[in-house]
T-cell receptor
Framework: ETGVTQTPRHLVMGMTNKKSLKCEQH?????MYWYKQSAKKPLELMFV???????ENNSVPSRFSPECPNSSHLFLHLHTLQPEDSALYLC?????????????FGPGTRLTVL | AQSVTQLDSQVPVFEEAPVELRCNYS??????LFWYVQYPNQGLQLLLK??????LVKGINGFEAEFNKSQTSFHLRKPSVHISDTAEYFC?????????????FGKGTKLSVIP
């Protein structure tokens, strides 16, 4: 595997389900990100981790819970979601948090909440 | 907080014709600017970035962008497009302030290249 991978690629869940999205980066980077991409809205940054510590949390509802067990893996735990949470969830990584550090994106998980 | 405006949600253009995708951002003392491309069913890929120096920035796949501070713009251009350029393009801005990690994205412009 190379770059940033995300699993699953597609997920359909009910509002009472609990599921997790997984992201893995094979680039040796220190920083990882979760973004939400909704139709007709700008990409929204959800969480930022650097060296496994959360450094930014952009007022995301508590039904989204991130976990970064090591610098290569990032999870997004989902529970009691709402239909408006349906979106493409993108994971990204960068060498560090510097402005010149390019963010490399995974292909995303298409989430549908019924 | 920063905001980014991409005025055109969709741009159709014939193959081998030139294209310009517009991006304006809200003013700030100093910003860094980026263009990303997203092909169908894929994540975002960096096309080019402006951090400092020359206001004309060249990127991958023959794209370039010009930073205009007075007009707070960072328009993306390509002199001759190919079918493979069909994708969605996102402009993004980042404040230069310390501790600012956030990229603020525009809503995107869908470029459709017509054979």
């Amino acid at each position: 595997e190379t770059g940033v991978t995300q699993t699953p690629r597609h997920l359909v869940m009910g509002m009472t389900n609990k599921k997790s999205l997984k992201c893995e980066q094979h680039l040796g980077h220190n920083a990882m990100y979760w973004y939400k991409q909704s139709a007709k809205k700008p990409l929204e940054l959800m969480f930022v981790y650097s060296l496994e510590e959360r450094v930014e949390n952009n007022s995301v509802p508590s039904r989204f819970s991130p976990e970064c067990p090591n610098s290569s893996h990032l999870f997004l735990h989902l529970h009691t979601l709402q239909p408006e949470d349906s979106a493409l969830y993108l994971c990204a990584s960068s060498q560090d948090l510097g402005v010149g550090d390019e963010q490399f994106f995974g292909p995303g998980t298409r989430l549908t909440v019924l | 907080a920063q905001s980014v405006t991409q005025l055109d949600s969709q741009v159709p253009v014939f193959e081998e014709a030139p294209v310009e995708l517009r991006c304006n951002y809200s003013s700030s003392v100093s910003v860094y600017l980026f263009w990303y491309v997203q092909y169908p069913n894929q994540g975002l890929q960096l096309l080019l970035k402006y951090l400092s120096g020359s206001t004309l920035v060249k990127g991958i796949n023959g794209f370039e962008a010009e930073f205009n501070k007075s007009q707070t713009s960072f328009h993306l251009r390509k002199p001759s497009v190919h079918i493979s350029d069909t994708a969605e393009y996102f402009c993004a801005v980042r404040d230069s302030g310390a501790g600012s990690y956030q990229l603020t994205f525009g809503k995107g412009t869908k470029l459709s290249v017509i054979p």
